[in-house]
């Protein structure tokens, strides 16, 4: 996966980082149920106006800088992976519903790949 591969979304003229997805996390995203999925883009504008998401943790086994936003509604629990540190843009590396109490290995090593791509990618 390259830099091109993520797909800008939501970019504004308000001088807010843009939101890149990575992969099929825009898909994935827009599988979500359409509660979880304003919630979602709720938050990621939270994440562009510089300010933090209402319920997330650091996911340092992904990566440097790497957050998980933590979604909860009638339907279960949603996650958001992304990672906001860098200059040019938000970068949504994973997005999925969480089916157990311990996010799935499976999960952990897509959005660390994505990671890693993209930190390959950025290095000047």
């Not at 340092?60 to 200059?87: H, L, N, P, S």
Request: hydrophobic letters at 35%.
């Amino acid at each position: 996966m390259d830099i091109q591969s993520f797909v800008s979304y939501g970019m504004n003229a308000d001088d807010l980082k843009p939101v890149r997805f990575g992969g099929n996390s825009l898909e994935d995203l827009r599988d979500f149920p359409a509660t979880a999925r304003r919630e979602a883009g709720y938050q990621l504008g939270k994440v562009q106006e510089g300010q933090e998401p209402n319920d997330w943790k650091p996911m340092t086994t992904v990566g440097q800088g790497v957050q998980e936003i933590r979604i909860r509604d009638e339907a279960g629990a949603f996650r958001v992976i992304y990672v906001a540190k860098f200059a040019t843009a938000i970068y949504v590396l994973h997005c999925f519903q969480k089916k157990t109490q311990a996010t799935s290995k499976a999960d952990l090593d897509l959005a660390e790949k994505r990671y890693r791509d993209l930190v390959k990618e950025l290095k000047p």
